[in-house]
């Protein structure tokens, strides 16, 4: 099964169109998703997204679930989880003291 969907893919995206490309960037799709900064580029996230619940591996469910976890990590709001993120999570008693430096490699 997983060599039919890696031949999919490359059937389907090895030889992008200008359309198709568009789609991938741009469309209605990845704009209903909140997968594009509504430009003409597609980062390997959006495209690995995309991809995903194209082929029915992730739901937008899943999706949004978890973009509310990150949502409710990233304490400061930056768009980016850090230690920072945890540790001020942990001090405000919503997460347990230490976990942020048991990240730390």
Do not use: W
């Not at 390997?44 to 937008?60: A, E, K, M, N, W």
């Amino acid at each position: 099964m997983r060599q039919s969907r890696r031949q999919l893919l490359l059937d389907t995206y090895s030889q992008l169109t200008p359309t198709l490309f568009t789609r991938l960037a741009n469309g209605i799709e990845v704009r209903t998703l909140g997968l594009t900064d509504d430009n003409a580029t597609c980062t390997r996230d959006q495209f690995t997204l995309l991809v995903l619940i194209q082929q029915g591996i992730v739901s937008i469910d899943d999706l949004n679930e978890a973009r509310a976890i990150f949502d409710a990590l990233d304490a400061d709001r930056s768009g980016f989880l850090s230690a920072d993120d945890l540790d001020h999570l942990a001090r405000e008693g919503k997460m347990a003291p230490g976990f942020a430096s048991d990240l730390a490699i």
